[in-house]
Structures are given as structure tokens and as C-alpha cells.
């Protein structure tokens, strides 16, 4: 059964960074497409990067494009984020999945998650 414990979230203030990162068990991490998912009160939760197997491509949303960036170490099952330049409204749960393309559309493969780490910018 597949595992996600994610960690690095807290609270700084705007303009500061944050190291996200996402511990996997029970797949076999490097084949799945991997990425950071994000839910902010009252919205949907959005895809925030996906990185490909070894980090070999990479896809951001809009909004983070040149803030954040998404690594993955296949060796350690391990996925990351590391985000500067943090806005308020980068504020949400975030979350690591695996991702599949649905018609086009990025879709969580998995039903289950872990327990998220929270990320709050404020002043």
C-alpha cells in the first residue's frame, strides 16, 4: 500500500522559502510521474510541479514558474519542493502524489494521501 509523509511546512513570512519534501513507500517510486499538489481553504486542490523519473522533465504551474522548484531523488523515494520568493497566496496544504494525464487534465493516480504539511505566508 503506498505511503506519503510529507514535512518542511510552516509559517514564514512573504518573500521567504520553504524546503518541501515527500518520503514514498510501498511502489516502486521511479515509475511514476511524482508531484506536489496544493489545497487552500475553499479551493480546489491544484498541481502545483510534476517531475518525470529522475527528474529528467519537469512541469509547473503558472503561478510558481520561476519561484519553485520540484526534485525527486529515485534512490530515497524521495520528492521535493523547494519554494522562494513565497507569496500569501502560495498558502494551502500541499501534498506529493503520483500523477496521471487524464484527457489532458493532471489527476492524482492514488486515492490515498498522507498527512500533508501545511505552508502559511504572512506577515
Known amino acids: 500500500q503506498v505511503q506519503f509523509v510529507e514535512s518542511g511546512g510552516g509559517l514564514v513570512q512573504p518573500g521567504g522559502s520553504l524546503r518541501l519534501s515527500c518520503v514514498v513507500s510501498?511502489?516502486?517510486?521511479?515509475?511514476?510521474?511524482m508531484g506536489w499538489y496544493r489545497q487552500a481553504p475553499g479551493k480546489e486542490r491544484e498541481l502545483v510541479a510534476s517531475?518525470?523519473?529522475?527528474?529528467?522533465?519537469?512541469i509547473y504551474v503558472d503561478s510558481v514558474k520561476g519561484r519553485f522548484t520540484i526534485s525527486r531523488d529515485d534512490y530515497k523515494s524521495t520528492i521535493n519542493l523547494q519554494m522562494s520568493s513565497l507569496k500569501p497566496e502560495d498558502t494551502a496544504m500541499y501534498s506529493c502524489?503520483?500523477?496521471?494525464?487524464?484527457?489532458?487534465?493532471?489527476?492524482?493516480?492514488?486515492?490515498?494521501w498522507g498527512q500533508g504539511t501545511q505552508v502559511t505566508v504572512s506577515s
Open positions: 517531475a518525470t523519473s529522475f527528474g529528467t522533465s519537469t
Open positions: 510501498g511502489i516502486t517510486f521511479s515509475n511514476y510521474v
Open positions: 502524489n503520483a500523477v496521471i494525464w487524464s484527457l489532458g487534465i493532471p489527476e492524482p493516480l492514488f486515492s490515498s
